[in-house]
């Protein structure tokens, strides 16, 4: 079926069906958690990155949409519990949740998007009903061995309706780093609308447009981040749908995300954080500003290129460090091949020994990263920057030097 604008113009908002207009095309890329097998001869999949906002109810979204199954799968390289930050961050989370939206008696959560089990196995811990709902079977195995109860399935309206009829309704229905990643938005919607208690809270947490704008974190735009969601295009989509936006809270992790809540239409007083913030966003939507980040991605762009040239030129060893999904579009957008960054460490068993997608540059474990002995490691990973550079103090100490991208090109 059709939505109401899908035209010459490009594809029809997601949300509301309303016109998008385009702001950044990234070209032809690759899947960016689509590591490979060195021995792989197969044709690599690539699509067109192209980001931009519907003019009705203001939400960002990707033009193109990648089929879920290609990106979310049983092998999906993705482990959330690789970051200590991480780890803290979300055992802080469920232990909030277990002090305030899980005190009735014999309280139910619902997470969608649970990955390794990272939050919930505190849940588990605590004794506290739960399920996870996880696509992919190798990361829901890990959190099933932590005790975690997952369905390996997409959420969605059809497996919410099971839910409900097999456990009852649940008080809280979380997400982190998921949301944006799903495009059939109205399907979770009405699966929320299914599952959720009359009083229950819907709570998800993804990064924010705001950030990525204000930051120049253009390589959080890639195949699995569909939507990049402002308090004023959350809260339209909300109330689409019965619901309503009770309070946004912004979160450190990621590079700068909002958490959102979200309760049945009328039921909650919305916190003024909530009006406050949507103030502040009417630039996010100016195709000026608009006009801006897309010349700032062309900057950096540019001064990559030329520094890793250089340094190529002067004879230096360049490496980079987090083999992050953001990193396929810096890399495939700027060219960028094992020519200029020889090599990419991450810590991830799924991730080592294969080539990034795209580039073809090769993963390898960080205990190797001492005997390659690089000048400068570009660190991919940015959002974990305080994590790693602590952890690798030994490469800054023996006169080794991070070259950073965002907000713009420089060397620490
Ligand atoms: N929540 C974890 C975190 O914040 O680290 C995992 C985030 S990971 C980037 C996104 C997760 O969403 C993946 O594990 C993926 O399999 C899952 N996912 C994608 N579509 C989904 C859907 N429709 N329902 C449930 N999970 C989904
Ligand atoms: P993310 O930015 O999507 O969370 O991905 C971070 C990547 O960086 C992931 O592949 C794991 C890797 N990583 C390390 O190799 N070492 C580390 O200390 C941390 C925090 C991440
Ligand atoms: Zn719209």
């Not at 990525?212 to 969601?229: A, K, V």
């Amino acid at each position: 079926m059709s939505l109401p604008h899908e035209s010459e113009e490009g594809r029809a908002c997601r949300v509301c069906g309303g016109p998008v207009h385009e702001f950044f095309d990234f070209g032809r890329q690759p899947l960016s958690d689509a590591f490979r097998d060195p021995r792989d001869t197969s044709p690599e999949y690539f699509f067109r990155l192209a980001v931009g906002i519907c003019e009705s109810c203001t939400m960002a979204q990707l033009v193109e949409e990648v089929d879920r199954d290609r990106m979310f799968h049983d092998a999906y390289p993705y482990h959330s519990s690789g970051s200590v930050y991480m780890r803290r961050h979300f055992e802080e989370t469920a232990h909030r949740f277990l002090t305030d939206a899980l005190t009735g008696p014999d309280p139910f959560v619902v997470e969608i998007g649970s990955n390794d089990g990272v939050m919930l196995k505190t849940v588990g811990k605590a004794g506290v009903r739960h399920l996870g709902v996880e696509p992919c079977r190798g990361v829901a195995e890990l959190a099933r061995s932590q005790g975690v109860r997952v369905r390996t399935d997409f959420f969605e309206a059809s497996v919410a309706a099971e839910i409900v009829a097999a456990e009852g309704p649940a008080d809280l229905i979380y997400a982190a780093n998921t949301i944006c990643h799903i495009p059939y938005i109205g399907s979770i919607f009405r699966g929320v609308d299914a599952l959720l208690a009359e009083d229950g809270v819907f709570v998800f947490e993804d990064p924010y447009l705001g950030d990525i704008i204000d930051r120049n974190t253009f390589d959080q735009i890639y195949d699995e981040h569909f939507f990049f969601f402002t308090v004023r295009s959350v809260g339209a989509a909300a109330a689409r749908f019965g619901f309503q936006l009770v309070d946004v809270e912004r979160l450190g992790v990621h590079g700068g995300e909002l958490r959102y809540t979200i309760a049945r239409a009328g039921r909650r007083e919305p916190s003024p954080a909530v009006a406050e913030l949507a103030a502040t966003e009417q630039r996010l939507s100016d195709r000026a500003t608009l006009a801006g980040f897309a010349a700032g991605v062309d900057r950096i762009r540019d001064d990559v290129l030329e520094l890793l040239h250089r340094l190529r030129a002067e004879g230096k060893r360049v490496v980079g460090y987090g083999a992050t999904a953001k990193s396929a579009t810096l890399l495939n957008y700027c060219g960028i091949g094992p020519d200029l960054v020889s090599v990419v460490f991450d810590a991830t068993p799924a991730k080592s020994g294969r080539l990034m997608p795209g580039s073809h540059i090769p993963v390898r474990p960080p205990e190797e990263m001492a005997d390659a002995d690089p000048d400068y490691a570009v660190l991919f990973a940015w959002n974990h920057a305080e994590e790693i550079m602590t952890k690798e103090r030994a490469f800054r100490d023996s006169g080794g030097r991070w070259i950073l991208y965002v907000p713009d090109v420089h060397i620490v």
